[in-house]
């Protein structure tokens, strides 16, 4: 974060120069007869050793001492940064060295520092020098206060002020203290376009990541100025141009003004927009291995559309992918524009140099701090010793993405010295917790005290491994959950999950009867992967349902406790399948995403079969939207002339189903007014995300509109689109620090009259 403090070499160069004018100073040092030293003697030492400075003295006792060692002795203690002055005597026979200790550091803290972080700035300063334990500079403080105030500088606060104290304890030492005066940060108040004619100013400025102080600037933060933000304007404001035909668009100026008080800033460009371009032909040079027809099926844009500079660019980068799918991995494609300003024509020719081709020396991870670099290279589906692939490079990096251990993932290739037709490939990332416990606690009349508590880690001890534990308690309900995926239980990619499960639901009436209910689950289950996205899962589990008194018990326990007894067994099987297409499994913009379900328990009292079907397609829109559909389908079925029990039904309502209907209220209502769900379920989901006005590219916050029908059914009802339940609305999803977070305010569409609406609900979780 502080890169501009002075390297060792800078400061191990004047310590030699303060050395040399110490020997220049030092008339003891000089003009002395050599003789044979019988003594050392040191002088002035509180902390250090003299140990330390005998070892770095170029003679001992019994050596024949001269000018020349002497002079070598004072640069060599000069050099260890431990003394401020050094001087030679010479008496009789007796070399004393007489040395005045530097301070050392005791403390190093801050006082009023808000905008950095502590630890990463106490890092930085150690490392220029700064620290616990260090010799005290005064000129390396100094040197440190000024770049701490250009740091905020880059954070747009103008009227930061850096002081520094220095306070002397005992034993030679001082504590060193930055007290920062942040001050506020400087906002944009205005920023000015001019020299447009095709296009508005309000339609440029939308292209900027910086904007004038606004509803949400807060959040985003794109009120302060940044040099380094607004080139990257400067430059998505010449790439929206270009990408229209525009050429030869330039800006020609821009000036940034800060306002006295140092608390605004005004940001005017000027551009040149200059006329648009239709691409007349397309042409091949180079060395393209006679596969020409190849590359140019490769081509992103046609002969007679205006010129756009994104297509060009894509269509490079495919022909570079392409050059590296045959092993060449320093292939050049060079887009050359041939222009004809007076027809407004252009040719673009691509020029292609394959150079040479090359294969994988060896595979490293860096950054890793915990993770094991297994779990990163077992993702990887290009191999040591063998070609170079880019296809399946990218591949390799979109799969040690998705595994979510790592905020960013980049793949660098690096040629080896001396064998050019060799690389390594280095993996640099960069971790994120990957951890979440939450503790919690509530106090009702009801369930009197409730405590809950949960853990998970997605890559326990760095292994890739997940693990979790769930405990809630409380006086109607209590829940214990312990869960472990093991990723790659076989090095053939097979993963192994296993779930125990105990639910305890226990209900009060004013008579203080009571009834309870429990169950136990123990499952197994093996995920099997038969390509780069689909994934087929085998599983067997078993399920214990008590019910204990039936005083107080809803109809539908009742009947259940009746036909298959106080205590039942179930051996589910399961068998599901999944496809995965979304470019991201958090905030998806396109692609696809199939998973079916079904559980047959073919053992013990409980027998049935249970079906559940997924599918949801995103679309990329302009203007950064994305359109997303969803739609589940949910069959159970009782076996053995049974019907399907009740505590496997299917519930609808709220977040995940269809929006604005209580949680869960969908489907059957016992006659004691508690919700059961049904054995059957459909529900269909429309979503259309949007930007935050204001936030740019920024997708971990978005506004969404949203449409939702679906209900509930019991088994043996007719599945109707009369029947359907339906709600429209608008949402928010942030993807918080502890998950995914939805709001969502909704209105009833088709709604029936005992139906418990609630507008406003929030869940964290994943999207639909």
Known sequence: MFPAFPSAADRGAVVLIVAAAAVLAAPAARAVQPFVVKDIRVEGLQRTDAGTVFAALPFRIGDTYTDEK???????????????DVRLEVEGDVALFIVDERSIIANVS?????????????KSLKD?????????????????????KRQYLTRSLYGAEVTTTITPIERNRVNVTFTMNEGEAARITSLRITGNTVFSESTLRDEFELSPSGWFSWYTKSDRYSRTKLNADLERLRAYYVNRGYLEFAIESTQVTISPDKQSI?????????????????KLEGDYFGKEDEFRSLVGFRVGESYRGDAVTETVNRFTERFGLYGYAFARVEQRPVIDRARAQVSVVLVANPE????VRRIDVAGNTRTRDEVVRREFRQFESAWYDGALIKLSKERVE???????????????????DQVDLVVHVEERPTGNLSLGAGYSNAERLTLSAAIRQDNAFGSGQSLGVEVNTSRVNRTLVVSTVDPYWTVDGISRSFDFVY????????????YEASNQRVALTFGVPFSEIDTVYLGVAADRQVIGTTVGLPLAYLNYRALFGETSLGFPLTLGWTRDRRDSVMVPTRGSYQRINVEWSFAGEVRYTRTNLQAQQYWSLPMRMTLGLNAELGLGKGLGGKPFPVFKNFYGGGLGTVRAFEQGSLGIIDPTGAYIGGAKRLNVNAELYFPVPGTGNDKSLRLFAFADAGNVWRED????????????????????????????????????RNDRIQRFQFQIGTAF
């Open 110 to 122: 801050f006082v009023g520092l808000k905008e950095f972080d502590k630890e990463p700035l106490l």
């Open 266 to 282: 005004s940001i005017s460009i000027s551009i040149r927009e200059g006329q648009p371009y239709i691409v007349t032909s397309v």
């Open 503 to 514: 639910r305890r639901s226990r209900a009060l009436n004013q008579l203080l009867d009571e």
């Open 356 to 359: 040479r081709r090359v294969y």
């Open 70 to 84: 002497g002079s070598a002795a004072l640069r060599a203690l000069f050099a260890t940064g431990l003394f401020k």
């Open 128 to 148: 220029a020098g700064i620290g616990e334990g260090l010799p005290f500079d005064r000129a390396l403080i100094d040197r440190a206060e000024q770049e701490i």
């Open 402 to 420: 998705r595994l979510d251990y790592f905020k960013t993932v980049d793949v660098e290739t690096v040629e080896v010295p001396g064998a050019p």
């Open 717 to 752: 009802e007719r599945m109707s689109a009369d029947s359907l339940r339906s709600s429209v609305g608008l949402g928010l999803s942030w993807i918080s620090p502890v998950g995914p977070l939805k709001l969502s305010w909704g209105k009833p569409v088709k709604v029936q």
